[in-house]
RNA sequence: GUGGAUGUAGCUCAAUGGCAGAGCCCUGGACUGUGGCUCCAGUGGUUGCGGGUUCGAGCCCCGUCAUCCACCCCA
């Protein structure tokens, strides 16, 4: 038999309420900031991503779906969309010329990992970017549209950790690093082995990681917060005091680094221990060079990415079976098949959902359909019915029936449904 | 890439090395034109795949594939 490839999954319908609904809460959440939808591509040529997240990441040098095209050319299906969102930027000149641009995407990611509990090789994230200010508001602007969407979505058990991993130059995070650097050389030896390789690397990197005996060592290490330049501290007591004036809780954590090299300043994700290994639901950070570096006019820009099948296990989101239809049909073939079919056209024209089989069995059995469909009415057509052009109209709910002129039917249903005209056609 | 666990009906799972089962689902009946609840009956299997040991393997051994979990890393 087929399958699909590890890690790759198919969402049924039943899923597709709860995965709607986060959809759904990241979209209005988006156009309330004044937010716009970009379509990025799914795959890039293969330097977009590897210039834009880091030669020596994790994600480029082993995680990467990765194949020729025809012509030889080296092309990726897309492992993240920042990048690509930046490429889109540069390359359209309309966009680029502009003070300030704001964006969202959502989509499938690509990442060839081993899967387990909330990780996926295909599995689909939204995110937004703003470009074009270095303003502390934009990045509580990301953070706040994050935290309003894991609200929405139902998910209470979550920590937002915050961090500033300050800019380059000498007198931040360039003089830290080495400090950092001479800090764990002394300690070489207490190191794991991964760990001596990050120390070459990202001694960055070291912080994040959980083995013992480093995680030991790093309560001693100097800590980014001691050595900010004033211009990347004042920018961090800004992000605070904007998540402050809203009151979103967040916990400092100057060990927060994430995996990606193009962070600049603030540093975020949204964790839980709900998540088996893995910890964070969504995370982003500030990224003042990135645009530049993909050749575009020195752009700041800050971003985040949430997981949607993450955030579905963090809501503990169950599956919803049945459709929700409006009327299932039941009817007793012949004279009555054909009553029920014009009358299922009617229906779906005045934009009631209907079904029906036209094979049609027996009464129980077409009735067990409706009610596994969860039909909200039933109209039953059978040989009585027929002779007359009545139908008799039964409330799923109620079990109330009531025999009433087929050419009423559209109406009296249509009064019955409560919420008649969201997501039905309208008139 | 590394490690561990698990693969038996559509699903969830039983079965000392000795006749492959139950619950759910599905179909039908009790109720000859009425869903859910109950009861009864029925359909459904190359026990992941390939070898081996044995009088005999779902069970033991080897290999292989798949899934899950964890490491690594990340949404």
């Known amino acids: 038999m087929l399958t699909n490839p590890p890690g790759i999954e198919d969402i049924f319908p039943d899923r597709m309420d709860a995965w709607s609904r986060v959809i759904g809460a990241a979209r209005e959440v988006f156009r309330l900031s004044n937010y716009r939808e970009i379509i990025i591509p799914v795959m890039e040529y293969t330097e977009v991503f590897a210039r834009g997240l880091g030669d020596e990441t994790d994600i480029v040098t082993k995680e990467m779906f990765t194949f020729e095209d025809r012509g030889g050319r ?71 549209m994050m935290h309003a969407i894991s609200r929405r979505v139902g998910i209470e058990d979550f920590a937002l950790l915050l961090n500033s991993i300050g800019c380059g130059s000498p007198d931040c995070r360039g003089g830290y690093v080495v400090r950092l650097k001479s800090y764990f050389e002394e300690r070489r030896g207490e190191l794991c082995e991964d ?52 009151s979103i809780q967040y916990r400092e954590d100057p060990f927060l680094v994430r995996g ?9 994700e949204f964790v839980t221990d709900r998540l088996g290994g893995q910890n964070a639901f ?17 752009t700041p820009a800050v971003g ?37 079919l014009e009358l299922a056209r009617t229906l779906r024209e005045a934009g009631i959902s209907a079904d029906l ?14 009610d596994r469909e969860s039909a909200r009415f039933t109209v039953i057509i059978g040989e009585d019915e027929a002779a007359g052009r009545a139908c008799s109209l039964k409330n799923m709910a109620t079990g109330e029936q ?21 997501g039905h056609g309208s008139d």
């Open 74 to 144: 080296s092309l990726t299906l897309r492992p993240e969309g920042t990048a690509s969102v930046v490429r889109a930027y540069v390359s359209n000149g309309d966009y680029n010329r502009l003070s300030s641009a704001k964006f969202y995407y959502c989509g499938p990611m690509f990442r060839a990992e081993r899967p387990q509990k909330g990780r996926l090789r295909q599995f689909n994230q939204f995110g937004a970017e703003f470009f074009g200010s270095p303003d502390p508001y934009y990045d509580y602007e990301i953070i706040a």
């Open 195 to 246: 760990c001596r390789r990050r120390l070459e690397k990202n001694p960055l990197r070291i912080l994040d990681c959980k083995q013992e005996g480093c995680a030991s060592l790093k309560k001693g290490a100097p800590s980014i917060a001691d050595h900010l330049c004033a211009a990347c501290r004042g920018h961090y007591a800004g992000v605070k005091e904007h998540l402050n004036a809203a």
């Open 260 to 268: 990606l090299d193009y962070y600049t300043r603030t540093t975020f």
């Open 282 to 298: 969504a995370a982003g950070g500030r990224y003042d060079s990135l645009v530049e570096s993909f050749g575009g006019r020195p």
């Open 304 to 340: 985040f990415a949430a997981g949607v099948e993450r955030m579905l296990l963090v809501a503990g989101a169950a599956d919803a079976p049945g459709s929700g239809l409006d009327v299932y049909l039941v009817h007793a073939g012949g004279e009555a098949l054909r009553q029920a």
């Open 357 to 370: 089989d036209p094979q049609g069995k027996s009464f129980k059995n077409q009735l067990k359909k409706a």
């Open 402 to 422: 009531e025999k009433i002129p087929a050419q009423m039917c559209a109406a009296m249903i249509r009064k019955a449904l409560p919420d008649y005209g969201k």
